[in-house]
Every structure is written in structure tokens, then in C-alpha cells.
């Protein structure tokens, strides 16, 4: 009977080892890689998306760490021990192929438009001095007409704000370190020039541009930290910033008692013409390669958009102004033009400098 009763136990263990076998043949053993890299502050809602996090460990056994840096603070940052740089330029990726030659992989995984935030009193004295027009329900901002009255020295009273302090201007973030700034930059360059600034068009605007920027005093070197300030600070502080489309978007999903609170004051605008910015994945290693197919996965492109506001292939529907809760969101984006050649941006850094 003993001896019956150790022949079953030995039966049970070998079916129990072999079925042990079978799950980590079938990989679901596998423990997760920690891919460890750098990352623009308007990703960081993504990346701790729950959501998203359970795709990319239960699909594709990824766990991506990350420190916050600036787009082009990142290129220069101390890379031992990372994986990937996830900026939002391909800037960012021509400057780092500069420095370091071709990464193992890199890939556009979403997109998002420069955009102008502001507040429904400022909305309402650009429409009445013509500087902002309105179609199908979306704003458009005149970047001419703004560049002009920005270089004119025109002050918010004289646009019938006499609430407001100093001379119109828009905040955003420190071209030299951070994307989005970098980004508004190269926009207001194209405006200089008339056309996409090169590199020998944007040696003569170049001091225009410096003037620009040396009104703003300080700046952030992150997107996240401007667009925080700008909620929290209001109208009188930071009366418009130029930022990326995706952060009302995002804000509203995961704030929406708060959003209902700001919805009647934060308006979005969409410069005319305005830039895209491509967040770009930059593998810097054989395993950082397999966080560009997870975060291409399908579910993960829908969630980046409808948790997140990225623009990937599920966007762009007419349902979404209703989904997001966002007033006056432009169901695809149109008037769009090519950033300045690499060449010409290098210049633009280091006038700004």
C-alpha cells in the first residue's frame, strides 16, 4: 500500500514537472525584461497607463522603466545602462545620428500637433482683431499676424485686455533642451522666412528670432511642467503656451472633474500653419529593439489616442470631440508644414543659445 501510495505521488510530480515544461515552453514562464531609457514628460501618462502596461508585460514580457528628460537633454544624457531614448523629434534622432552615428533601430510610433493654449478672454480679443478665425468649429491662429504683433511690441491692453501685464507673447518650454520649445522655435522660423527656413534663409532672421525668445525670461525644460504651470497658474501668469495637442486631451480623460471646471476657459488653438511632432523610439541595443514593436501593438495605438490624445491610425473620427470632451478639436490636421532642415535647427539652437 506504501508503496502504491509513492508511485502515485511520484506520478503526480512528473505530470506536474511536465506540465511545468509545457508553460515555459509555451512561454508562460518568461519573466519580463525591464527595458530601461529616457522620456519626454508628455509620454509619462502612457507609459503608467495601466492599460498599457498589461499589453506590453502580458504580450510582449516588457516592463519599460524610464527617467523624464528633455527631447534634446536626452541625445546628451549619460546613455550607460539604457535601452532606448523615446524623444518627440526627429530632430532629437538627427542630432543623436550626429553624435553617435545610427542607432540599432528607431521608428515613429505616434504623432501629435503644436498647438496654442490660451483663455476664452484672450480667445475673444484675437477674434476680434482678426489675429484667430473660426472654422467648422476650430480655432486657427494667423502666425504671421501673431509674429507681428509679438515683434511689434503690442501689449495685451492694446488689445483690449487691460487686465493683463507686459506685451503679447507666448510661453514655451527651452528650445535648447526641450522638444516642444524646440519645435515652436522652428515654427516662428518658417514664419520668418516666409517659407520652411533652411540653412542659409535662417541666417538672416536669426536675431529676429533671439528677440523672441529673450522675452520670455525663464523657461521650462519640460512640456509636462509648462502645461502643469499654465493650469495652475492662470490667465495672469502664463496668458498663452505653445504645446503639444495630446496634453488637453490626456488631461481631460484622466481629470474629468477638473476639465469640467476648465473647459469653459482653456481653449485650444491651432497655429496656421503648425508642425507635427513625431515621438520617436530610439533603440539604443538589441533589447531595446523589441519596445518599438510592443508599443506599435494595435491596442496600445488605440489606447495611446483615446486615454492619451496621440495621434496614431485610429484618430481623426467625428465621434472624438465627444469622446475627449474637448471643444473645437480639429478631427484631422491639414494645414501642416515641414519643420526647418536639421542643418538650419542646429543654427537656431545655437543662436538661442
Not at 539604457?82 to 545620428?97: C, G
Not at 533603440?283 to 496614431?312: K, P, S, Y
Request: overall charge negative.
Amino acid at each position: 500500500m506504501r508503496r502504491k501510495t509513492i508511485l502515485i505521488g511520484l506520478a503526480i510530480l512528473a505530470a506536474v514537472i511536465a506540465a511545468g515544461g509545457i508553460y515555459l515552453l509555451l512561454g508562460g514562464g518568461q519573466r519580463p525584461v525591464e527595458l530601461r531609457g529616457y522620456v519626454g514628460g508628455e509620454k509619462i501618462g502612457l507609459l503608467d497607463d495601466p492599460e498599457v502596461q498589461r499589453v506590453l508585460e502580458r504580450d510582449y514580457k516588457l516592463i519599460l522603466d524610464y527617467a523624464k528628460a528633455g527631447s534634446l537633454d536626452m541625445v546628451t544624457a549619460d546613455h550607460e545602462g539604457r535601452d532606448f531614448l523615446f524623444p518627440s523629434s526627429q530632430t532629437a534622432l538627427e542630432y543623436y545620428q550626429q553624435l553617435y552615428g545610427a542607432p540599432d533601430r528607431s521608428q515613429i510610433v505616434f504623432n501629435t500637433p503644436i498647438v496654442l493654449y490660451t483663455h476664452r478672454p484672450i480667445l475673444e480679443a484675437f477674434l476680434g482683431a482678426g489675429m484667430v478665425t473660426e472654422e467648422d468649429g476650430v480655432y486657427y491662429m494667423d502666425m504671421e499676424a501673431l509674429v507681428e504683433a509679438m515683434e511689434a511690441g503690442t501689449t495685451w491692453a492694446q488689445l483690449g485686455l487691460e487686465e493683463l501685464y507686459g506685451q503679447v507673447a507666448v510661453n514655451t518650454t527651452d528650445p535648447v533642451r526641450s522638444n516642444s520649445g524646440n519645435m515652436f522655435a522652428g515654427l516662428l522660423a518658417n514664419v520668418l522666412c516666409g517659407g520652411v527656413a533652411d540653412e542659409d534663409s535662417v541666417e538672416n532672421i536669426l536675431p529676429r528670432l533671439r528677440d523672441l525668445f529673450e522675452k520670455l525670461g525663464y523657461m521650462e525644460s519640460s512640456s509636462s511642467d509648462l502645461f502643469d504651470q499654465f493650469l495652475k497658474t492662470g490667465m495672469g501668469a502664463k496668458p498663452m503656451m505653445a504645446g503639444y495637442e495630446n496634453q488637453l486631451l490626456e488631461f481631460a480623460v484622466e481629470n474629468p472633474e477638473d476639465w469640467a471646471q476648465l473647459k469653459d476657459d482653456i481653449v485650444l488653438i491651432y497655429p496656421t500653419p503648425t508642425v507635427w511632432s513625431s515621438h520617436i523610439f530610439i533603440a539604443l541595443d538589441e533589447a531595446g529593439e523589441a519596445g518599438i514593436d510592443a508599443l506599435l501593438d494595435e491596442e496600445v495605438q488605440r489606447l495611446a489616442w483615446e486615454n492619451h490624445g496621440f495621434r496614431t491610425e485610429v484618430s481623426g473620427t467625428d465621434a472624438d470631440e465627444d469622446h475627449f470632451g474637448v471643444p473645437h478639436l480639429a478631427a484631422e490636421i491639414t494645414q501642416v508644414a515641414a519643420m526647418p532642415s536639421y542643418a538650419a535647427m542646429e543654427k537656431i539652437i545655437a543662436a538661442l543659445s
